[in-house]
Every structure is written in structure tokens, then in C-alpha cells.
């Protein structure tokens, strides 16, 4: 059964940057679009950025101009560079999959990853 493995969280100073993959692994894995939310302890799972597999990428206003998302679509990998962190930026990450063009619905998410830790200090 395929499932989302997420990698590259970790901790970093404000204005610092950090890149999330997250890899597709297992037989029959198939999506549109792929993406991340994140979540802060006592809150609401937030969407981030989305990419599509032909290419459309999405975000959050929070992110607009610090975050890029990419794919490669032969790997089924996507990643989230992340530039300009700050400490609001601080949140469990998690990997996002749907069959879907979007992954801004959550009942169309098909797959989530186990969740990366970023945290940025001050």
C-alpha cells in the first residue's frame, strides 16, 4: 500500500531556510495534486502550497513569496522550499496527496504523511 514519507524538518533561526520532500512510496500511489498543511499544537490543520502534477501551484497567503513548492513527477516527490522562515512559521508539517487538482479540500486528501517538526527560533 503506498504511503507519503516526509524528510527534511528540523531547526533554524529566523530568516533562515529549510526544504521539505516528501516521497511517494509503495505500488499503486496516484494523485493530482500534492501539497502540505501544517499544524500548530491546540490548532486547526492549515493548508500551505499545492502543486498539481501538470504543474499549477497554489499558496497560502502567509507563505506568498518565502515558500516554493516543486514536483517531480517521475520520483511522485514533491518539495516545499522554504525562505524568510519565521517564528510563526513553527509547526508540524505534514504531506498531502489527492487524487483531486486540489488539496485544499480535506475530504479529497486520499494520503497524508506521518508529519515533519519545523521549529525557528527568535
Known amino acids: 500500500q503506498a504511503q507519503l514519507v516526509e524528510s527534511g524538518g528540523g531547526l533554524v533561526q529566523a530568516g533562515g531556510s529549510l526544504r521539505l520532500s516528501c516521497a511517494a512510496s509503495g505500488s499503486g500511489f496516484s494523485a493530482d495534486a500534492m501539497g502540505w498543511y501544517r499544524q500548530a499544537p491546540g490548532k486547526q490543520r492549515e493548508f500551505v502550497a499545492s502543486?498539481?502534477?501538470?504543474?499549477?501551484?497554489n499558496y497560502a497567503d502567509s507563505v506568498k513569496g518565502r515558500f516554493t513548492i516543486s514536483r517531480d513527477n517521475a520520483k511522485n516527490t514533491v518539495y516545499l522550499q522554504m525562505n524568510g522562515l519565521a517564528p510563526e512559521d513553527t509547526d508540524v508539517y505534514y504531506c498531502?496527496?489527492?487524487?483531486?487538482?486540489?488539496?485544499?479540500?480535506?475530504?479529497?486528501?486520499?494520503?497524508w504523511g506521518q508529519g515533519t517538526q519545523v521549529t525557528v527560533s527568535s
Open positions: 502543486i498539481t502534477r501538470s504543474g499549477y501551484t
Open positions: 498531502a496527496a489527492s487524487p483531486r487538482a486540489t488539496i485544499r479540500i480535506m475530504q479529497w486528501i486520499n494520503y
